[in-house]
C-alpha cells in the first residue's frame, strides 16, 4: 500500500467496492481527452495522485487530501492548511500557489518532516513507475505550483472561495431509490418510469440551499448540451442519505427528468450549473473524469 500521508489517519471511511470490477459500460466515450498537458492538475491526477497516492486506506477519502478524482485532488490541495506541520509550523498551505518551496506538498516529496515521518510516498505498489520517475514527477508538481496552480480551465486561483463540489447523487424511480452497480455507474432506470435526480453539493463559503441560478440540462452526450434546454432545478425538502462514498449528507436540489423519449440502453448524462455567489460553475464540466460524467447519468433498460 502506498501512501502520501499529510497527516495521521485515526478513522477509516468505507469507500465501497471498486467500481470497474466486473462492470459492463454500454457507452462508446471511455475518456475524457486523447491528449493532455502532464504539467496540468489533470496530467498530475492521471499519472501520480490517482495511481501513487489514492489506494485503499490513504488519501482515497480517508483523509485529506483526497486524491481520488481531479476536482477533490485540486481543492483538497490549494489554499487549503496542513493538519500535520513540522515543529516551526513553517507551512500555511498544501499547495500556495506560484510557491513551491512554501508549499507542504513538495516539502512532504523530498524532506522527513520531523525527522520521524518518512518522505512521501511511504510505499510503492510493485508495478509502481515512481522511481524510475521520481525526478520528473516532482519536477512536474512543482512547476504547477510555481506556475500558479491553474485549475481545470487553466485559471490561476485568485481567491480561497472554491466552487461547489459534490457529494452525492441519488436516483428515484417512482418514488424508490435506485441502486448502483458500482461507485460512478449510471444508474439503470426503466423506460416509462418516473425519475428524480437528487443532488448533495457543499460549498466553502454558502449554504447549499442558498445557490442561485440553478438549473441543470439533459443530453444523450456527455460534452454537448443544448443551452436552450436548461431547465430550473427544485429545492425540495432536505433529505439526509448515503453519499458518493457511504457518508450520509444532506440532498437539497433535484430534477425530474423528461424520460419520455428514451429508448433503450439510451444513456441520460445531467449536467448542472450553480452560482455561488463568487461565480457560475457546471458540474460535472467537460474537464471532469469520466467516472464523475457517468454518476450524474441514467440508462434505461
Known sequence: ???????????SIDTGENPYSNIEDNTTETNDTNTYDPYSI??????IFLPTCANSGCHDGTFEPD??????????????????????????????????????????????????????????EQDSDYPEKKDE???RIETWINNGAPDFYGNKPQS???PPVVNGVIIFQNGSIKNRIGIYEAVD????????????????????RNFTNATYNVSTRPDSFDLNSEKALILGNKQTLNGLFGAQVDYDWYADIDVSQAKELDVYYVR???????????????FSMFQMKKYFAIRFN
Not at 42 to 47: A, E, N, S
Not at 99 to 120: K, P
Not at 198 to 203: E, Q
Open 67 to 124: 486524491f481520488r478524482t481531479v476536482e477533490s485532488s485540486y481543492y483538497s490541495l490549494v489554499w487549503q492548511s496542513p493538519i500535520k506541520n513540522d515543529t516551526n509550523y513553517s507551512y500555511e498551505y498544501r499547495v500556495d500557489p506560484g510557491n513551491s518551496t512554501e508549499s507542504m506538498l513538495m516539502h512532504r516529496l523530498t524532506v522527513d518532516l520531523n525527522g520521524n515521518s518518512g518522505i512521501m510516498p511511504l510505499g510503492l
Open 137 to 139: 514527477y516532482i519536477n
Open 160 to 162: 480561497a472561495n472554491f
Open 272 to 286: 448542472v450549473t450553480l452560482n455561488d455567489g463568487d461565480e457560475t460553475v457546471q458540474i460535472p464540466n467537460q
Open 1 to 11: 500500500m502506498l501512501c502520501f500521508v499529510f497527516q495521521s489517519c485515526e478513522r
Open 189 to 208: 432506470v426503466n423506460i416509462g418510469s418516473n425519475v428524480q435526480m437528487w443532488f448533495s453539493f457543499t460549498d466553502d463559503k454558502m449554504d447549499a
Open 42 to 47: 489533470f496530467g498530475l491526477h492521471k499519472d
